[in-house]
């Protein structure tokens, strides 16, 4: 199922990798609940490798029943509160290009601009965060990440926020590479805040001639 899920361009970067969701998969249906819903697991895969200008890496999907979405930092509209880190996001979009943002910080509003939100790790145990960081996926995201940064080269943009998703450097090639500190409450006034990613990106994607996001959620 997780490989059918995924666009046609991604299956033939990835055709490799096909036992490999398969023995993940498996490994999900003997174990615990888990987030996001089994249909939204490979969302983040369903647009074509050549539709992404954008690249933001996370880590893991929010533990909460009914948050996660298949997106990284994104969350199910309605969801309230926001998790810190999708507040921290928003607050530095507003900063940033002076956005104004809706009350339900709905990311999915930036994937037809050509945005991917990844998580490395695209499942989570409900109420456990972290449970599924020795389940496999990484190695999975990482090949995944590789593949569409060698495709796409400097026309890619990749946003790392926080030391794990910033081992990727290597991954990366001649992508163009906007790092800061995650915007978790932990870490957020330590570089996450005024570090303007969004006008970043999209000054890095005018230098390759591609057309800037429009970053409204």
Request: net charge neutral; glycine share 8%; charged share 20%.
């Amino acid at each position: 199922m997780f490989f059918e899920e995924m666009h046609p361009t991604w299956q033939l970067a990835l055709a490799d990798a096909r036992d490999q969701l398969l023995l993940l998969e498996m490994k999900l249906i003997s174990g615990p609940e888990y987030a996001p819903i089994p249909q939204r697991v490979m969302r983040a895969f369903q647009n074509s490798m050549d539709e992404v200008k954008v690249l933001i890496v996370g880590q893991d999907p929010y533990p909460t029943k009914g948050h996660a979405i298949g997106l990284s930092f994104a969350v199910e509209a309605g969801t309230e509160p926001l998790p810190k880190s999708l507040q921290n996001i928003l607050t530095e979009l507003k900063a940033d290009l002076g956005k104004t943002v809706s009350a339900n910080g709905d990311l999915t509003r930036w994937l037809p601009e050509g945005v991917m939100l990844l998580n490395r790790h695209l499942t989570v145990p409900v109420g456990n965060a972290g449970g599924h960081m020795e389940l496999g996926w990484e190695n999975f995201t990482d090949r995944a990440v590789s593949a569409l940064a060698e495709r796409l080269g400097d026309k890619l943009v990749v946003i790392l926020w926080g030391k794990e998703a910033q081992t990727l450097d290597s991954r990366l090639g001649s992508a163009q590479i906007i790092r800061s500190a995650h915007p978790s409450p932990l870490s957020a006034r330590r570089g996450f805040f005024g570090s303007k990613p969004f006008s970043k990106a999209n000054d890095a994607l005018r230098k390759v001639g591609r057309l800037p996001i429009d970053w409204s959620c």
